[in-house]
Structures are given as structure tokens and as C-alpha cells.
């Protein structure tokens, strides 16, 4: 029934704590669940998936904050409110045109976080595969950088070739990252 939508909700999503901002705009059908739409933002981030992730929302219902996920082998859960299952609950119970901000977390070591705002709903086009990547900035951060600081680390390297770690930095990013570039056609779902 992965094709059994009308409209599709077309999301901003913007790493906090980074300038100049790095971000994404994707559009998703609207019978997504929160697990589809973590994938689809693993996928405009080029990340693996490698880490833990939740998301936190408000619920429209209750006004209280949810928070959304999968507990897994190494999770910790650091709150007494339980995870609402994210291979359940689809993204139109929680973001309306009301309730349009989330934030998304990944590789709690790291901590990144991603702030997700609904910016329209619109209609399907029905000659358009879904998800979609149509916009955004910069490269995504690396995985496993360390955090902010680590990224910010990296780009100082990467200004300086003769910095000691200049060599094993671009060896490990390879030769052709370069943080500034950023195309939405070369996000792949």
C-alpha cells in the first residue's frame, strides 16, 4: 500500500549548530511512517545508518512531547516515558500545518541533530517517484566526525595542506568530498 497516497509532505531539514547552514528539502508521500521517513533522511544526508536515532515531536493530541523510535541492543533509554514505535505510527498523526517542527536525533555520541519543519502539503504528481530530494545546501556532515567540533576540526584540516593531518583526512573523506557541494540529484533513495 506504499503507493496509496494523495499528497505528499514536503519537509526542511537542517542541521542545528552548523553555519553556514547545511540542509535538505525532500517531499515524502503522506502514509509514511517515522521509520520511512528516517530512511529517506539517512538518504539526503548520505549517512549509513549506522547509529541510533529517535525523533522527538510534539503530539497534536496531548501536547505533550513524544518521543519516537526503535529501542535496539545498545539503546539507553535516559526518560521514563516510553518510545512510540516508529515501524507504527505514521507521520500525518503527528505533522499537520499546525504542529510542524520536529527534531531528529543520530549517533547519540555524536549528537547530531536535525530539525525537521514541514513546509507545505501538497498534491501527488502522479509521474513523480517518491521520496524525492529537491533542494538544499553544502555537503552532509561525515560520519563518525565527532560532533560539531570534529566537523568544524575537519574543515579547518582541509583549508590548511600543510597540516599535519591534512593527507589522512582527505584519505578518509576522499579526494573528491568537498563540503560545499551539495546536488539533489545525486541523492539516491
Known amino acids: 500500500m506504499k503507493d496509496d497516497f494523495k ?22 508521500p503522506e502514509n509514511y511512517i517515522f521509520l520511512d521517513l528516517h530512511n529517506a533522511i539517512q538518504a539526503a544526508m548520505n549517512w549509513e545508518d549506522y547509529h541510533l536515532h529517535e525523533f522527538e515531536i510534539q ?10 523510535g526503535t529501542e535496539g541492543d545498545d539503546y539507553e533509554d535516559f526518560s521514563d516515558e516510553p518510545l512510540v514505535p516508529e515501524k507504527k505510527t505514521k507521520i500525518s498523526k503527528y505533522f499537520t500545518l499546525e504542529n510542524k517542527e520536529a527534531l531528529y536525533r543520530y549517533d547519540f555520541g555524536d549528537n547530531w541533530q536535525v530539525k525537521i519543519r514541514l513546509e507545505k502539503i501538497l498534491p501527488r504528481k502522479e ?8 533542494a538544499g545546501k553544502r555537503a552532509a556532515v561525515p560520519e563518525d566526525i565527532g560532533g ?5 576540526e575537519m574543515l579547518d584540516i582541509l583549508k590548511d595542506p600543510q597540516n599535519e593531518e ?3 583526512t582527505v584519505e578518509w573523506l576522499g ?3 568537498d563540503p ?4 539533489p540529484k545525486d541523492v539516491a533513495f
Do not use: A, H
Open 180 to 183: 560545499e557541494y551539495f546536488n
Open 59 to 68: 503530539n497534536p493530541k496531548t501536547g505533550i512531547l513524544d518521543r519516537i
Open 7 to 28: 499528497n505528499i509532505y514536503q519537509f526542511k531539514i537542517s542541521m542545528k549548530g552548523i553555519t553556514p547552514q547545511i540542509w535538505r528539502r525532500i517531499q515524502v
Open 127 to 134: 509521474e513523480m517517484k517518491y521520496p524525492v530530494c529537491t
Open 175 to 177: 579526494e573528491d568530498f
Open 148 to 152: 560539531i567540533w570534529g566537523y568544524e
Open 166 to 168: 591534512y593527507e589522512d
